[in-house]
């Protein structure tokens, strides 16, 4: 069935029509129980109607962590979703801005932030979280932005947000204060927040290349929000540093702790009955969210040099440290350019593995496969010394980010006799003739 209407809560609707989502309707806690709940529900996404703590809000999660549901929020495929993206990055959408949003629907001008549910997820947080903060910023040349930021908890007009040396890191370094951050949104709009793409690229009109997101002024601050969103704060970035953390990231590790900035709350405005939003640290949706652009990204770099025809960044690589790309090899050293062109498009890639087009990469057996009976590491292994890895990866150095990368060429030589390579086939038979 198609969407046609582009808020989160008429997606929501439409999913509990198919009986898609899970209604918990028994009193539930912010203190563990939500993160636990969705973990266990795991990809299905989950509506708490009863939140001991703020009966105020009901609270969605899960919602991205099936890539079948996103693709269908964008009336869309999982097979297209991939080709939808990169044509809204490379032609974004128009804004379109409307007056009296449903997102003021309630204004709060002396805000309290013990009003909303911050969320403790594992048990050595240093403070309850909302982790499904978008921030959305103007900067006079590059226009807007919009990303994921967490929200630590710190007093009823304070968070602190862990800032990565990304776009707004460079909006803040500029003199950009002013943001926006907005809770409770449309796929659409979740997934162009968590797309990189080079700065001055709004992913407000990626936005709505996606879907037909409608958008209207902030209150105090002249600032562009979904029309939709179920609750915004608005707010100043201060030049006050506290330490941010210990939190769980997308690799189930705690994220180290960091000075990061504290962000001042100076009015807060929602829809009636407000559906809060969270995103299980380190679950299917973080994963979705943060990978499944990167893998886009890793998929267009690739394709420049070499037929590429899928790209996985793996679960067990915590959908962000790993990829297999598997390639229709032309040229000997397809592999090759694959990896390094990988490398190229995210950079806190650490192994990547090439695979040639018969190999399944959603099936882990099949790739160690390839490995297996394919590679002879001392000519198909790429190691690289001395590279900048991710922040998160405990096992590289956590000040430099220093870190060793490799890639693997599991891919048949050309010039061997590929028949050599392939499974033997079995003939198939049907299993009813003979169990009777
Ligand atoms: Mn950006």
Same mark, same amino acid.
């Given at each position: 069935?198609?969407?046609d ?13 198919e009986g898609?989502l ?8 912010c ?10 529900l795991?990809p299905?996404p989950v509506?708490?109607?009863n939140?001991v703590?703020?009966?105020e809000?009901r @609270?969605?999660g899960?919602i ?8 269908r929020? @964008?009336?869309t495929?999982?097979?297209?979703l ?7 990055i490379e ?7 409307i007056?009296?949003p449903?997102?003021q629907?309630?204004v709060?001008d ?5 009003? @909303? ?11 309850p ?7 959305i910023?103007y900067?006079?040349?590059?226009g ?14 304070r968070?602190?947000?862990?800032i ?6 460079k909006?803040?370094?500029?003199g950009v ?16 927040s968590?797309?990189?793409?080079e700065i *001055? ?7 709505s290349k ?19 969103s179920?609750?915004?704060?608005e ?18 590790t705690y ?9 001042e709350?100076t009015c ?6 407000p559906i809060f939003q969270?995103?299980?640290?380190? *679950?299917?949706?973080?994963k979705? @969210?943060?990978g ?7 998929f ?7 037929e590429?025809?899928?790209?996985r960044?793996?679960?067990g *690589? ?12 032309k040229?000997?050293?397809?592999p090759?350019k ?10 806190s890639l ?7 087009e018969?190999?399944d ?27 900048? *890895?991710?922040?998160l990866?405990?096992?590289?150095d ?6 060793c990368?490799?890639g693997?060429d ?5 010039n061997?006799d ?12 049907d299993l ?5």
């Amino acid at each position: 069935m198609q969407s046609d209407s582009f808020s989160l809560r008429s997606f929501l609707e439409e999913l509990d029509r198919e009986g898609v989502l899970v209604n918990i309707w028994k009193p539930v806690s912010c203190r563990f129980q939500i993160p636990a709940i969705l973990k266990k529900l795991e990809p299905r996404p989950v509506l708490f109607h009863n939140i001991v703590e703020h009966s105020e809000f009901r @609270l969605v999660g899960n919602i991205c962590a099936d890539r079948n549901i996103v693709s269908r929020s @964008l009336n869309t495929s999982a097979n297209s979703l991939r080709d939808k993206i990169i044509d809204a990055i490379e032609n974004p959408g128009e804004i379109n801005i409307i007056e009296n949003p449903p997102c003021q629907e309630i204004v709060i001008d002396e805000p309290d932030l013990r009003r @909303l549910p911050f969320i403790w997820t594992g048990l050595n947080d240093k403070a309850p979280y909302i982790s499904a903060s978008i921030i959305i910023a103007y900067d006079r040349e590059y226009g807007y932005n919009a990303s994921f930021h967490r929200l630590m908890f710190l007093d009823k007009e304070r968070v602190a947000a862990r800032i990565v040396p990304r776009h707004l890191y460079k909006y803040i370094e500029r003199g950009v204060r002013d943001v926006a951050i907005t809770i409770g949104n449309h796929p659409a709009f979740m997934l162009a927040s968590a797309i990189t793409t080079e700065i *001055g690229r709004s992913e407000l009109q990626i936005a709505s290349k996606l879907a037909p997101i409608k958008y209207a002024k902030t209150l105090t601050n002249n600032l562009l929000v979904p029309a939709d969103s179920e609750v915004v704060l608005e707010g100043r970035i201060t030049d006050e540093f506290v330490d941010e953390g210990p939190f769980i990231d997308i690799l189930g590790t705690y994220d180290a702790v960091r000075k990061e900035r504290i962000i001042e709350i100076t009015c807060i405005t929602m829809r009636r009955n407000p559906i809060f939003q969270y995103i299980l640290p380190s *679950g299917l949706e973080h994963k979705n @969210l943060m990978g499944y652009p990167r893998e886009v990204a890793i998929f267009k770099e690739v394709s420049k040099i070499c037929e590429c025809l899928d790209v996985r960044l793996t679960p067990g *690589g915590a959908s962000w440290l790993n990829a297999v790309i598997k390639i229709k090899k032309k040229n000997e050293d397809d592999p090759r350019k694959a990896i390094e062109a990988a490398f190229k498009a995210h950079e806190s890639l650490k192994y990547v593995i090439v695979v040639d087009e018969d190999v399944d990469i959603d099936n882990p057996l099949e790739v160690e496969w390839a490995i297996a009976t394919r590679t002879q590491l001392d000519k198909d292994l790429i190691v690289k010394l001395g590279e900048k *890895g991710s922040s998160l990866d405990p096992s590289a150095d956590q000040i430099t980010r220093e870190t060793c990368k490799a890639g693997l060429d599991a891919t048949i030589p050309l010039n061997r006799d590929r028949s050599k390579f392939m499974k033997a086939k079995i003939p198939d038979v049907d299993l009813k003739q003979f169990l009777e």
